[in-house]
């Protein structure tokens, strides 16, 4: 069974940072692109970053230079480290395994606020 948990969502004032975790089980982590995606408040889901199984990186371009995704196939995990954040990156994140319609867990709630 296919299963992703989020973690290290919460409140941070404006130029914060948050590492975001995701730990999945249930397939082999090491051959699926895995995706950040998130839904801000009253918001279609949007996509922030993925990285595929040889390492290459793709970020959103209001994201690019501030959020550093990374993997540790060890681990079976996928992190997003956010750095100098902002209020409109409030949202609750979602990682997402394989493609933009695949397995996703239930998200981790990020609030960028004073």
């Known amino acids: 069974q296919v299963q992703l948990v989020e973690s290290g969502g919460g409140l941070v004032q404006p130029g914060g940072s948050l590492r975001l975790s995701c730990v999945t089980s249930?397939?082999?982590?090491?051959?699926?692109?895995m995706y950040w995606f998130r839904q801000a408040p009253g918001k279609g889901l949007e996509w922030v970053s993925y990285i595929t199984t040889g390492g290459n990186l793709y970020y959103q371009d209001s994201v690019k230079g501030r959020f550093t995704i990374s993997r540790d196939n060890d681990k079976n995990t996928v992190y997003l480290q956010m750095n100098a954040l902002k209020s409109e990156d409030t949202a609750v994140y979602y990682c997402v395994k394989d493609n933009p319609s695949g397995p996703r867990g239930k998200g981790t709630l990020v609030t960028v606020s004073s």
């Open positions: 249930g397939f082999t982590f090491r051959k699926c692109r």
